[in-house]
């Protein structure tokens, strides 16, 4: 049935069932007409008897545990009538809303930190409606304008909140421009709020553009008067600020608009190995190559312009042939009317962090490395010997059913074979083991036709099972360089695949071919199988659990595991599919050890 399905009996009894139903109930055995009364499967709904008497249609949402897993579903019952229209019981349909109710609950929790985060950075935001002309402050919006919560704003009042003169033409400007040039803006001004105090913040606007026409503007408004208040007392302690920052373990400046060093701390002066009388009037152009001086130049202009300060930037610079390493930042200097007229700078020297930084990435991608390929023998473990219980578990299926003694030589003759192919996987996945414990994948010379072979032999069981008629066009001494143990999932994975996704309406046919070419040695394994729907399932052929027919005991992992195992010898494969004709798979193996 498309939903999970249940009948309970008048009584409350669960009469019958859909599989589905009863795996989501978490009831593994279930005998029709036995089962459980329906209550206890609702513990939470008291009132569910009552409910159920009064033949009618209702739906619940409620909380199941299954296997220490919570679930949250969704169940209709509606009343069950036979032949004459008399209720013989009650039909209930469950959904999983599981994922649904996580979703919301995620938007809530969401919700709730934007809300947190906007009172406590004191930034709220807006949204303007071109078409209806509507303007929608947000709680912390409101707070900051010391408005009350059911104040409804529109466009002018908001200008005129702005401080008559300067910080009043100028929102109302920016406001246009956003409005009908597009250009966003970026900027303090001087708020008088509600209740009459006047307050500095920072306002953003930025258009909301569809189909080239702008719909909506969207801004921040940050309340920053405290902020702008200390500045300014920091600017009238100036002399005091001085003889602070000569002490700093930084090496800290002031510029002018120009970029020309107006102030220097005793470390800057220690760096660039100067007295201050030196390099007061200096650019960075007269100390440095001119190509981080001019990088530098780039980034004094954005702080300086845009009034966008730059934190902790890493930086590098040239000195008498040396490289230093500064986590730097930049922030407007302004003066007291409130005009920029520089920056101030600040670096620390992290050379040092930056060899220990180096040092730590070099660590962390062995480790990664190392990790990614026990991920990748557990699997090849996990496939490789599997499809040997396999074969040998319908080896021993033929001979037990085989009378004919010739046969069951030949047969026992197979197992022989599988065997020992077995014992030779075991070794090489020993060799993965020792792989695994260095930085690099050790190849090593492969007669490729005899790994073929040896791959057809596990599988020929199976193949003689499924009728398939195999062409091996592999050149007797063409050798490969690569990590036997991987050439062996991935032939095995590849032969496997053409055998398990064969046609039913023709004789399965797999070809195999390999030539060596000047990119390397080329691989292709070609089927006449059911195909793949590239347009469809292309970006997804090589993803893991990925899978494109309804077969059950399709996994969707031997293709991941192939790509994986390819890329790790500094290779690639391809695919080339059309549905219902047959499939192949290009392999490009790197020769390099």
Known sequence: MPKATALVSQEGTLLDASCSWLKMFGLASFTKGKGPEIFTLFPENIELKQQLKDNLS????????????????????????????????TIVQTDDITSETKKQEELDWLHNILETKMEVSKTGWWEFDLKTEELFWCKETKRIHQVPENYLPNAQEAINFYKVGYSRNKASMLFHRVTNNLQPYDINLLLVTYMGQERWVRITGKPLVKNGKIIKVFGTIKDIHEEVMANTRVREHQQLLSTLVDSLPLNVYVKDLESRKIL???????????????????????????????????????????????????????????????????????????????????????????????????????????????????????????????????????????KDPTERLRLIKMLRQASDNLLETLANLNQVVDVNSNTLVIKKPVHLRHAVVKILQEQSALLEHNHAQVTNHVPEQLQINCVPAYLDSILLNLVSNAVKYKSPDRKLQITINALKSQKGIELS?????????????????????????????????????????????????????????????????????
């Not at 007061?280 to 009034?307: H, P, W």
């Not at 399932?537 to 993803?543: L, Q, R, T």
């Open 58 to 89: 209702f739906t619940l949402e409620h909380t199941i545990k299954v296997n220490y897993t919570t679930l949250h579903l969704k169940s209709h019952f509606a009343p069950w009538f036979d032949e004459k229209e008399n209720v013989i019981g």
């Open 525 to 593: 394994i070609s089927d006449n199988g059911l195909g793949i729907d590239l347009n469809k399932y292309g970006n997804k052929i090589f993803g893991m659990y990925k899978t494109f027919h309804n077969r059950e005991d399709a996994k969707g992992f031997g293709l991941y595991l192939v790509k994986n195992q390819i890329e790790a010898m500094g290779g690639s494969i391809t695919v080339q599919s059309e549905v219902d004709k047959g499939t192949t798979f290009n392999v490009s193996f790197n020769e390099e050890s």
């Open 264 to 402: 220097v701390n005793k470390s800057e002066c220690n760096y660039l190995g100067k007295k201050p009388i030196d390099l007061i009037g200096k650019t960075d152009f007269d100390l440095f190559e001119k190509e981080y001086a001019q990088i530098s130049r780039e980034e004094d202009l954005q702080v300086m312009k845009n009034l966008t300060p730059i934190i902790g930037k890493e930086t590098k610079s040239v000195l008498n042939g040396k490289v230093t390493h500064h986590l730097t930042s930049k922030i407007p200097y302004f003066d007291l009317d409130g005009k920029v007229c520089g920056l101030i700078g600040m670096s620390m020297d992290i050379t040092h962090m930056k060899k220990k930084e180096e040092q730590l990435r070099s660590l962390n991608a062995i480790a990664v490395m190392q990790n990614q390929k026990l991920i990748s023998f557990a699997h090849i473990v996990s496939h490789n010997l599997r499809s040997h219980s396999a074969n040998f578990s319908m080896l021993l299926g033929f001979l037990d059913a085989e």
